[in-house]
Structures are given as structure tokens and as C-alpha cells.
């Protein structure tokens, strides 16, 4: 009878462990509000309460025994091997940070803005294609994040390029020009709460902050989704706005970036 019992132990326990770290993520891949559900806020705070330690710092870790200094590849690597193979995290992913890569690469900004830094895996990614003497200034409210972020930034090598500023958008946003001496931005990423991308690109426009031919990229417009930032830039006639549809990070749940230029 014990060892009946020790063995529908042992099965129970193989089957909980099935579920958790194959049969539901396979699941909810499809899926982006359950992956958010099951991945943002079900697995982390389980790992939270778990290993007393939070997502980023464990991210950071897995950079830090993964990536070579200095090579910010490898950082980018790093990361994305620790969301697809041990948890994943709100990173805007390899797979449309190539779309990313692509639009950097283009625009070839001197001066670009992020909202949103989180662990900075976009930070790197940015800044790692910026030309000689071009600078990104990313604005991130949590400073627990932002401590995280500093140190990735650091590993990939990319500090000196990148400004890690503490604080909320909306009360950043207008102080940018006199704080940090910018004209304008040639290029902006926005991946911060989703309801703050449009008053916040209204606050750059109405702030000066934007050229014409600045090139706004947008994350995640179609999970979680930023119906009214869309609606803006696509009617607007101050922005000639395109779709590029992906996936939302690490799953196979259809999201997309959108790349909107400012007409003036
Ligand atoms: C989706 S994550 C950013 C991911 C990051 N861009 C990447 O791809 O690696 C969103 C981040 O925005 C931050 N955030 C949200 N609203 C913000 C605001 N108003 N000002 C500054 N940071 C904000 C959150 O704390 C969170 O770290």
C-alpha cells in the first residue's frame, strides 16, 4: 500500500509538472489574453512567491551566466533563449524584433525616445544600431526595472549611448527639451501602458517634440491591443501609418507593431 501511494504521488506530481511547463503554455500560445494570463500574471507570481526573487532579476541572472560583456548580441540571445526555454516576459520578443531592427536600421535616428524600458532588451536592441554619436534616452517608471535595466545595458556594452531616466511619461515627456537638450526625435518606440500611447504622442506633438519625418513605432497595438492610438494615426492626416503584423512575444498569438511617420 506505501508503495501504491508513493507512486500515485510520483504520478500526480509528473502530471502537475506536464501541465505547468508543457500542456497549458502549449495551449495558451494561441491565444494572447490567455497567455498574458497564464504567463504575466499566474507563472510569475507563483515564481515570485516561489524562488523570493522577481521576473527581471532572474532575467538579469540568466544574462549574466548566458551573454559575453560587451557583446550585445549574445545579450539579446540571452534573453530570448531565457523566455522561450524558462519564462516568459514582456520583452517585445525576437520575432518582431526584427521588424524593429529593421525600422531602426532605416531611420538611422541621432536621437531616439523609448517609453517603456522594462528589463531593456529593446533598449539594447535600439541601441545597438544606432550610428556614431546617436543617442536613446528611455523613460521607465518602475525603478526596480530600471535598476535591472541599467545592468543589461551595461552588459551589452551600450551605456554610454543610453540614458535610463526614472519617472512617468506624461511628467518626462515635457521636460525632455531643457533637461536633456533635444530638438526633436527622430525616432520613437512606444511600449508602456497601452491607453498612454496616444496622449502621450499628443504630449510629444504639442511639446515639440516631434519632426516632420519623425518615425513612431508602436508595440503591441493589436494585443492588448491601442484601439484609439490606431484610429488617431491611421485618420490623422499628420501621419502616413503602416501595419506590420507578427506575433506577441514568444507565442504564436497574432499581434503587430505599427509604424507611423509624422507629416508635420
Ligand atoms: C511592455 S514593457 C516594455 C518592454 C520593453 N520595451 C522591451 O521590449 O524590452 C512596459 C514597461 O513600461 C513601463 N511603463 C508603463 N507605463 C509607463 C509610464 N507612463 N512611464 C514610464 N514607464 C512606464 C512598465 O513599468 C513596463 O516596464
Given at each position: 500500500?506505501?508503495?501504491?501511494?508513493?507512486?500515485?504521488?510520483?504520478?500526480?506530481?509528473?502530471?502537475?509538472?506536464?501541465?505547468?511547463?508543457?500542456?497549458?503554455?502549449?495551449?495558451?500560445?494561441?491565444?494572447?489574453?490567455?497567455?498574458?494570463?497564464?504567463?504575466?500574471v499566474i507563472v510569475e507570481r507563483c515564481l515570485d512567491a516561489f524562488t523570493g526573487t522577481t521576473r527581471p532579476q532572474r532575467l538579469l541572472r540568466a544574462v549574466q551566466e548566458r551573454a559575453t560583456r560587451?557583446?550585445?548580441?549574445?545579450?539579446?540571445?540571452?534573453?530570448?533563449?531565457?523566455?522561450?526555454?524558462?519564462?516568459?516576459?514582456?520583452?517585445?520578443?525576437?520575432?518582431?524584433?526584427?521588424?524593429?531592427?529593421?525600422?531602426?536600421?532605416?531611420?538611422?535616428?541621432?536621437?531616439?525616445?523609448?517609453?517603456?524600458?522594462?528589463c531593456g532588451y529593446s533598449t539594447v536592441r535600439i541601441a545597438r544600431l544606432l550610428p556614431p554619436g546617436g543617442h536613446l534616452i528611455t523613460l521607465e517608471f518602475n525603478p526596480n526595472y530600471a535598476a535591472?535595466?541599467?545592468?543589461?545595458?551595461?552588459?551589452?556594452?551600450?551605456?554610454?549611448?543610453?540614458?535610463?531616466?526614472?519617472?512617468?511619461?506624461?511628467?518626462?515627456?515635457?521636460?525632455?527639451?531643457?533637461?536633456?537638450?533635444?530638438?526633436?526625435?527622430?525616432?520613437?518606440?512606444?511600449?508602456?501602458?497601452?491607453?498612454?500611447?496616444?496622449?502621450?504622442?499628443?504630449?510629444?506633438?504639442?511639446?515639440?517634440?516631434?519632426?516632420?519625418?519623425?518615425?513612431?513605432?508602436?508595440?503591441?497595438?493589436?494585443?492588448?491591443?491601442?484601439?484609439?492610438?490606431?484610429?488617431?494615426?491611421?485618420?490623422?492626416?499628420?501621419?502616413?501609418?503602416?501595419?506590420?503584423?507578427?506575433?506577441?512575444?514568444?507565442?504564436?498569438?497574432?499581434?503587430?507593431?505599427?509604424?507611423?511617420?509624422?507629416?508635420?
Amino acid at each position: 500500500n506505501m508503495w501504491l501511494l508513493l507512486l500515485s504521488c510520483a504520478g500526480l506530481l509528473g502530471a502537475l509538472y506536464a501541465l505547468w511547463s508543457w500542456f497549458i503554455p502549449a495551449v495558451v500560445q494561441f491565444n494572447g489574453s490567455l497567455a498574458l494570463l497564464w504567463h504575466d500574471v499566474i507563472v510569475e507570481r507563483c515564481l515570485d512567491a516561489f524562488t523570493g526573487t522577481t521576473r527581471p532579476q532572474r532575467l538579469l541572472r540568466a544574462v549574466q551566466e548566458r551573454a559575453t560583456r560587451g557583446d550585445s548580441e549574445s545579450v539579446i540571445a540571452a534573453i530570448d533563449h531565457f523566455c522561450r526555454h524558462q519564462e516568459w516576459a514582456m520583452n517585445v520578443g525576437d520575432e518582431k524584433g526584427f521588424i524593429l531592427d529593421s525600422v531602426v536600421s532605416e531611420v538611422s535616428p541621432q536621437t531616439a525616445l523609448e517609453l517603456g524600458t522594462y528589463c531593456g532588451y529593446s533598449t539594447v536592441r535600439i541601441a545597438r544600431l544606432l550610428p556614431p554619436g546617436g543617442h536613446l534616452i528611455t523613460l521607465e517608471f518602475n525603478p526596480n526595472y530600471a535598476a535591472v535595466a541599467r545592468q543589461v545595458i551595461a552588459w551589452a556594452g551600450l551605456e554610454d549611448m543610453v540614458q535610463v531616466v526614472e519617472g512617468a511619461s506624461g511628467d518626462w515627456i515635457p521636460h525632455l527639451r531643457e533637461h536633456f537638450g533635444i530638438e526633436s526625435f527622430d525616432f520613437v518606440f512606444l511600449d508602456h501602458w497601452k491607453e498612454l500611447y496616444l496622449p502621450d504622442i499628443k504630449l510629444l506633438e504639442e511639446c515639440g517634440l516631434l519632426r516632420k519625418g519623425t518615425v513612431l513605432l508602436a508595440d503591441n497595438v493589436v494585443c492588448p491591443g491601442t484601439p484609439d492610438y490606431l484610429e488617431y494615426v491611421r485618420k490623422s492626416q499628420s501621419y502616413e501609418s503602416h501595419y506590420f503584423g507578427s506575433h506577441l512575444e514568444y507565442t504564436r498569438a497574432e499581434d503587430g507593431l505599427e509604424k507611423s511617420v509624422y507629416l508635420g
